[in-house]
T-cell receptor, first 113, second 115 residues
Framework: DAKTTQPPSMDCAEGRAANLPCNHSTISGNEYVYWYRQIHSQGPQYIIHGLKNNETNEMASLIITEDRKSSTLILPHATLRDTAVYYCIVGHPIRNRDDKIIFGKGTRLHILP | DTGVSQNPRHKITKRGQNVTFRCDPISEHNRLYWYRQTLGQGPEFLTYFQNEAQLEKSRLLSDRFSAERPKGSFSTLEIQRTEQGDSAMYLC?????????????FGPGTRLLVL
């Protein structure tokens, strides 16, 4: 089973910030939080990852709570092209044989015009 | 384009036939992964290679499935005696385990339909 829990779907108005939550209450101390997204009929695309500090890149921001049991991916100004399934995954920075990368069902984000 | 490429993009076959898919990873990436994805589900891990060595295979990978990465570059995934339940998207990803963390980069996938 996936180590994360995400809402199955969300809507966001174009131009507004999209905030996608993820619960990972069983995360261990050295596991990272990764976010990927998958646009229809394409392979998943890496977005961002973090350990305990908030992170920002050209695509998104990642806010991780102090207890690390949940996080939020923020798309600051959502566009129609951001419509996709967003996956939150926890895992070690370098995957070893015992570490399973498990994708859940993700959150289907609809950006509304 | 220097991303991960997969061929073919689509494959339709009859039950019982063998199929082979190819994945070309990003140059110099030492790890290569295969995943399977069915409709409405996230990708499921099948197997991965570190250079040319196949280090792990999921229980999803039955004995009809075989993967190779002969020279540590491209990889092939073969399915023998295909079944209708094999219909899915097959995704390949590559990564470089350097700098203390690993990020996987996915290809566009091969969509298989078994009739």
């Amino acid at each position: 089973d996936a180590k994360t829990t995400q809402p199955p779907s969300m809507d966001c108005a174009e131009g507004r910030a999209a905030n996608l939550p993820c619960n990972h209450s069983t995360i261990s101390g050295n596991e990272y939080v990764y976010w990927y997204r998958q646009i229809h009929s394409q392979g998943p695309q890496y977005i961002i990852h973090g350990l305990k500090n908030n992170e920002t890149n050209e695509m998104a921001s990642l806010i991780i709570t102090e207890d690390r049991k949940s996080s939020t991916l923020i798309l600051p100004h959502a566009t129609l092209r951001d419509t996709a399934v967003y996956y939150c995954i926890v895992g070690h920075p370098i995957r070893n044989r015992d570490d399973k990368i498990i994708f859940g069902k993700g959150t289907r984000l609809h950006i509304l015009p | 384009d220097t991303g991960v490429s997969q061929n073919p993009r689509h494959k339709i076959t009859k039950r019982g036939q063998n199929v082979t898919f190819r994945c070309d990873p990003i140059s110099e990436h030492n790890r290569l992964y295969w995943y399977r994805q069915t409709l409405g589900q996230g990708p499921e891990f099948l197997t991965y290679f570190q250079n040319e060595a196949q280090l792990e295979k999921s229980r999803l990978l039955s004995d009809r499935f075989s993967a190779e990465r002969p020279k540590g570059s491209f990889s092939t995934l073969e399915i023998q005696r295909t079944e209708q339940g094999d219909s899915a998207m097959y995704l390949c990803a590559s990564s470089l385990t350097a700098g203390g963390y690993e990020t996987q980069y996915f290809g566009p996938g091969t969509r298989l339909l078994v009739l």
